[in-house]
């Protein structure tokens, strides 16, 4: 407590941008900041915010670009300076190190999706909030092409126009340190219009993570998804929290695969006692982390890896469900991050405040051990043998290569045929 004031008792208002299946702007919600409007393109996405919050304001348009033009404060019911907070995370497939598996490779704000950036800042300058939040990829403010020299520039020209003070400070953060179920490496920015530097909270969760059992552990799915693909039954050959690196000459497994001849996630398993791998939002048929019962996960199992509340509903088909899960901000970790903001903003200390609310409890009882792998089956028997390994950084194969059989049509272990998008 600070000056009588209490990070409970704190609220602020939010305008969401790019607010997909409402992760960010339920973890803010809970934090106490409410939401004024939000902006969503994909109309699947809009029906699943219509189906859980009907009372946040859905703009006529939601394409950013669009609300850029034509939304004002007094669209709204507020003045220049009124609003608290703009939140959001623009698309992040031209940043994405996934994406380097794409025909065209990362791009950055080269790409035409990176219009939405500059939409956002247009927003910014014409609301002027107290604050801008954006939760993204790392590469979106780290690297080579990412957009931190873009909005640093655009936000000086702002300052410069309007006597505002933003100043964005950005850190990387995982997650899981915060109490999600979950390994998502993420970035966390802030620019407030006065210039002070916010900080984010310190991990609550770093030695002591809550596991995937926790989360998943209690649920009985009977809707399952089916297994896809050439290599599905080699789930149940791979240890849990193993991957296809389990059956290269480096694994303890038979070798059928060259040793990090694919991506991360070929063949990923969960593993009980860890959290879970980040959840990709497009995943292909060999695309991890599977179910530690070798078949893929459900949207559920997604949701409450990613910290949602169990009345939480997603609507569409599962491959549509299953992009709405994977593209969201985890609530828990927006939670943190808007009741840190909150105080920050009215000057109060975060001393004394009380545990997140969406951190769910721990599973009672000790961790199943684990099922150990079978052999490999029969008909990938002719694929086991000496397979050249990666021949180092950036002498592999090309992004996007395609080729999956030889010539006579059979399965080949080292073409890597699938890549996962964020």
């Known amino acids: 407590m600070e000056g009588g004031v209490t990070v409970q008792s704190l609220h602020g208002s939010v305008l969401s941008l790019f607010t997909g299946a409402g992760g960010l702007d339920l973890g803010l919600e809970v934090a106490g900041f409410d939401t004024v409007a939000c902006l969503e393109i994909d109309p699947v996405c809009a029906d699943t915010l219509r189906e859980n919050r009907p009372s946040w304001k859905q703009l006529d348009s939601g394409d ?9 404060p007094m669209d709204l019911g507020l003045k220049v300076g009124q609003l608290d907070l703009i939140a959001g995370g623009p698309p992040c497939q031209p ?3 996934a994406a380097q598996w794409a025909n065209s490779g990362r791009r950055g704000m080269d790409d035409d999706r990176a219009q939405t950036v500059i939409a956002m800042l247009d927003l910014v300058e014409s609301f002027l ?24 520039e655009r936000l000086a020209e702002i300052n410069k126009r309007h ?3 933003y100043d964005l400070h950005a850190r990387i953060v995982d997650a899981a340190d915060y109490g999600v179920p979950q390994h998502r490496s993420r970035v966390i920015a802030v620019a407030t219009s006065d210039g002070r530097e916010f900080e984010m909270p310190a991990a609550t969760h770093a030695d002591a993570p809550v596991r995937a059992w926790d989360a998943i552990g209690d649920l009985s799915e009977t809707d399952l998804p089916p297994n896809q693909g050439a290599w599905a039954e080699l789930l149940a050959s791979i240890p849990e929290g193993g991957n296809y690196q389990y059956l290269t000459a480096r694994g303890d497994g038979e070798e059928l695969f060259g040793y990090r001849t694919r991506y991360w996630s070929f063949l990923l398993k969960l593993a009980k006692d860890l959290p879970a791998w980040t959840l990709p939002a497009s995943p292909g048929p060999s695309t991890g982390p599977f179910h530690w019962d070798n078949r893929p996960l459900t949207a559920r199992e997604c949701l409450r890896l990613q910290s949602f509340p169990d009345d939480w509903r997603l609507v569409g088909t599962h491959r549509q469900r299953i ?10 970790l927006a939670e943190v991050v808007g009741r840190a903001l909150l105080a920050h903003l009215w000057g109060a200390s975060t001393g004394d405040q009380e545990p997140p609310k969406l951190l769910r409890p721990r599973t009672a009882g000790a961790v199943p051990k684990p099922v150990p792998p079978v052999p490999v089956p029969e008909r990938f028997r002719s694929l086991v043998g000496s397979k050249d390994a990666h021949p180092g950084a950036g002498k592999g194969p090309s992004p996007r290569r395609t080729v999956s059989t030889s010539p006579t049509g059979q399965l080949r272990a080292d073409s890597p045929t699938e890549r996962s998008t964020l």
């Not at 950013?64 to 004002?72: F, H, L, N, P």
């Open 64 to 72: 950013v670009t669009v609300a850029a033009e034509m939304v004002r």
């Open 95 to 97: 940043f994405s190190i």
């Open 129 to 152: 909030p107290k604050a801008l939040l954006i939760e993204n990829v790392a590469g979106f403010l780290r690297g080579e092409i990412s957009a931190s020299p873009f909005i640093t």
């Open 163 to 165: 006597g505002t003070a």
């Open 323 to 332: 992009k709405q899960a994977g593209n969201a901000t985890p609530p828990l």
